[in-house]
């Protein structure tokens, strides 16, 4: 069984940076796609970022050149570097692991932007 514990969330100025972090524990984490969806009050859970095994990445158009998605996979952690962030990117922020039909998610972790 895969468990994911995200951290790292908080309130941020506009314009600011955050980092989260995922931290995972299970057998074949290193085959795993892991990831980063968003949901934000009264919308649906939008992918904002995954990498593949392989470390390729993926990313929401609405992010692309401001987060940065990374993982280590000696210590079972994936990343996602938030930089400029905007009031829109408020939201409940949950990691995913997905091999083939097995997909586990996080508790989720609630970043704010506001001034």
């Known amino acids: 069984q895969v468990q994911l514990v995200e951290s790292g969330g908080g309130l941020v100025q506009p314009g600011g940076s955050l980092t989260l972090s995922c931290a995972a524990s299970g057998s074949l984490l290193r085959l795993y796609t892991m990831g980063w969806y968003r949901q934000a009050p009264g919308k649906l859970r939008e992918l904002v970022a995954n990498?593949?095994?392989?470390?390729?990445?993926n990313y929401a158009d609405s992010v692309k050149g401001r987060f940065t998605i990374s993982r280590d996979n000696s210590n079972n952690t994936v990343y996602l570097q938030m930089n400029s962030l905007k009031p829109e990117d408020t939201a409940v922020y949950y990691c995913?692991?997905?091999?083939?039909?097995?997909?586990?998610w996080g508790q989720g972790t609630q970043v704010t932007v506001s001034s």
């Open positions: 990498i593949v095994s392989g470390g390729s990445t």
């Open positions: 995913y692991a997905q091999l083939g039909t097995r997909l586990h």
